[in-house]
């Protein structure tokens, strides 16, 4: 396989050109060069023909270097973009918003889009017999004891605990004021562990606050997932924080429980029209039954039977 090695485009997205797409063999990994993204390494990964050779599959994968300690852990929020080539507003886009770490190196899509889509030279997203994918990020954060420091304008001294990203101390506040005990954290550890503890624990408050109850998908759930197993590292008391968080992962699938319901109830609706109609229509054929047997009884009274086989005659009987 040819392809271009993956240009930096706005130090933020980057272009992966795949030359002869055509040749590249089914249902096999295909890698990009490394590439640099907030200070982390990456690359980009296809399979053409995923889920019974019918899909293209995209996946960002972290690449492990000596600048990665030990229980390494990088939150990434990006968006991959298969290029339409002829009709830019017909780029077909998908977010991505998850954590990356020594256990989960590589996330993406099983099937970012049919292959009979993709491949149809009228649609635009091979010219050439060359495809072209970019990734978007809009955050690379490491975590844990590894965070890159903050800018200056960023941050804030927090009750003494360390620096403090400004968006997470008002958060981290009202928790503390509602929470003394989880100031005793700073007299069982060092500074820069409480300082990642209450980090680990402002974004959980921060991801908590932004979501609503209709958010819960199943990619907000295993960020929120993530996000708490690593507060739970931190030793901190969080047994107030503990059953909110449980409740909130429980959502996943919740949407699709609402539509099946919705569903449920609809057909419920629609059968007992059904039915109210049957039986009203019984009613009346009941009714109709009634009339025609009251009719009957009454004909049979003035009616004489006769053989139809005798002679009428017409002398004395």
């Given at each position: 396989?040819?392809?271009?090695?993956?240009?930096?485009?706005?130090?933020?997205?980057?272009?992966?050109?795949?030359?002869?797409?055509?040749?590249?063999?089914?249902?096999?990994?295909?890698?990009?060069?490394?590439?640099?993204?907030?200070?982390?390494?990456?690359?980009?990964?296809?399979?053409?023909?995923?889920?019974?050779?019918?899909?293209?599959?995209?996946f960002l994968k972290a690449v492990k270097d000596s600048s990665l300690p030990q229980g390494w852990s990088i939150n990434v929020a990006c968006t991959f973009t298969v290029v339409n080539q002829l009709y830019s507003e017909s780029s077909l886009k998908e977010d991505l918003?998850?954590?990356?770490?020594?256990?989960?190196?590589?996330?993406?899509?099983?099937?970012?889009?049919?292959?009979?889509?993709?491949?149809?030279?009228?649609?635009?997203?091979?010219?050439?017999?060359?495809?072209?994918?970019?990734v978007e990020f809009s955050k690379v954060s490491p975590i844990g004891m590894w965070a890159l420091v903050p800018k200056d304008d960023d941050v804030a001294e927090f009750k003494d605990l360390?620096?403090?990203?400004?968006?997470?101390?008002?958060?981290?506040?009202?928790?503390?004021?509602?929470?003394?005990?989880?100031?005793?954290?700073?007299?069982?550890?060092?500074?820069?562990?409480?300082?990642?503890?209450?980090?680990?624990?402002?974004?959980?408050?921060?991801?908590?606050?932004?979501?609503?109850?209709?958010?819960?998908?199943?990619?907000?759930?295993?960020?929120?997932?993530?996000?708490?197993?690593?507060?739970?590292?931190?030793?901190?008391?969080?047994?107030?924080?503990?059953?909110?968080?449980?409740?909130?992962?429980?959502?996943?699938?919740?949407?699709?429980?609402?539509?099946?319901?919705?569903?449920?109830?609809?057909?419920?609706?629609?059968?007992?029209?059904?039915?109210?109609?049957?039986?009203?229509?019984?009613?009346?054929?009941?009714?109709?039954?009634?009339?025609?047997?009251?009719?009957?009884?009454?004909?049979?009274?003035?009616?004489?039977?006769?053989?139809?086989?005798?002679?009428?005659?017409?002398?004395?009987?």
């Amino acid at each position: 396989m040819k392809s271009q090695e993956p240009k930096d485009i706005t130090h933020k997205k980057i272009a992966w050109t795949i030359s002869n797409f055509s040749s590249l063999k089914t249902n096999t990994r295909h890698l990009s060069d490394v590439f640099m993204a907030g200070g982390c390494a990456w690359r980009l990964c296809i399979y053409k023909g995923r889920l019974g050779m019918k899909s293209l599959a995209i996946f960002l994968k972290a690449v492990k270097d000596s600048s990665l300690p030990q229980g390494w852990s990088i939150n990434v929020a990006c968006t991959f973009t298969v290029v339409n080539q002829l009709y830019s507003e017909s780029s077909l886009k998908e977010d991505l918003e998850l954590k990356f770490c020594e256990n989960s190196k590589s996330w993406g899509y099983q099937s970012f889009m049919e292959l009979t889509m993709l491949q149809n030279p009228y649609n635009g997203y091979i010219l050439n017999d060359k495809c072209i994918i970019e990734v978007e990020f809009s955050k690379v954060s490491p975590i844990g004891m590894w965070a890159l420091v903050p800018k200056d304008d960023d941050v804030a001294e927090f009750k003494d605990l360390g620096l403090i990203e400004k968006a997470l101390v008002p958060l981290l506040e009202e928790a503390c004021s509602w929470h003394p005990s989880l100031m005793d954290c700073k007299q069982k550890r060092s500074r820069k562990f409480t300082e990642w503890a209450f980090i680990a624990l402002g974004r959980v408050l921060q991801f908590l606050k932004n979501k609503k109850w209709k958010d819960m998908n199943e990619k907000a759930c295993e960020e929120l997932q993530h996000l708490w197993e690593e507060l739970e590292m931190s030793r901190l008391d969080l047994r107030w924080l503990e059953p909110l968080v449980k409740s909130a992962l429980n959502m996943k699938g919740y949407a699709e429980k609402v539509e099946t319901m919705k569903k449920l109830k609809q057909n419920l609706v629609v059968l007992e029209i059904e039915m109210n109609k049957a039986k009203e229509k019984l009613a009346n054929a009941e009714e109709s039954v009634e009339m025609i047997r009251k009719e009957l009884v009454n004909a049979e009274n003035d009616f004489e039977e006769k053989d139809l086989d005798t002679e009428i005659g017409y002398g004395k009987s």
